[in-house]
């Protein structure tokens, strides 16, 4: 069996780099995190991790669902924090492109199940318009301070550079569950947020990053995609 690979590495939806947080206080009730003054709430979480079970499963790959909830989390954040920044700029996505990335993508919407494609679709256009102000936000600051032929790749890069800075200055949280915060830092729970450190060896590759095939496979029907 091919061994599974965490969801946040999913082709279709794929986070820029490592998503840096900050912030500490309580979680909104029904809320999975909270982005400044915009909730996520527990509800797109879960959307978007079954349309991501099933995007992985597709291929013949399990996963347990916690790492979907945490790998949906991420995305979300991502796209959230995209968002806020790029607004905060006065920038705006380039709908005619976003049409044309997300027509690219059409073969993977339509694969999943119809009743999970409108989460995903919403997910992936906002994930797409984040990108795209990310990168003019880059694009603009290079080209300020005198740089020309900017690629893609250097816009992005400069864009998330800019953004980091902007999440210093808001607050996020994250419900205990599915994360914790480390040096401003999004680290995915382990142990389902349990305190407990794991002593056998089962519960060593559930508190894995990347649990082996078989033990993802011995996970009751309700604990793992497929």
Known sequence: MTRPRRVSRFTVLTTAGVLALTGCGAVHPGAAAVVGQDSITEGQVDALAQGLCSANSGGGQLLPTREARQGALSVLLDTELSQQFGHKRGVTANQQQIS???????????????????AFKDALVRFLEGQQMLMDIGRRSLQAQGKTNVTPA???AEGNRLRQQYVK????????????????TYQPA????????PASE????????????SWVASLPASQQCG
Do not use: H, W, Y
């Open 100 to 118: 044309q990335a997300l027509a690219s993508r059409s073969g993977a919407i339509a694969a999943l199940p119809e009743d999970e494609r409108p």
């Open 154 to 156: 250097q816009a992005t």
């Open 169 to 184: 200055t808001i607050t996020v949280t994250v419900n205990p569950s599915l994360g914790s915060f480390r040096r401003g």
């Open 190 to 197: 382990t142990n389902n947020g349990s305190l407990s450190v």
């Open 202 to 213: 089962t519960a060593r590759q559930g508190n894995s990053a990347n649990p082996d095939a």
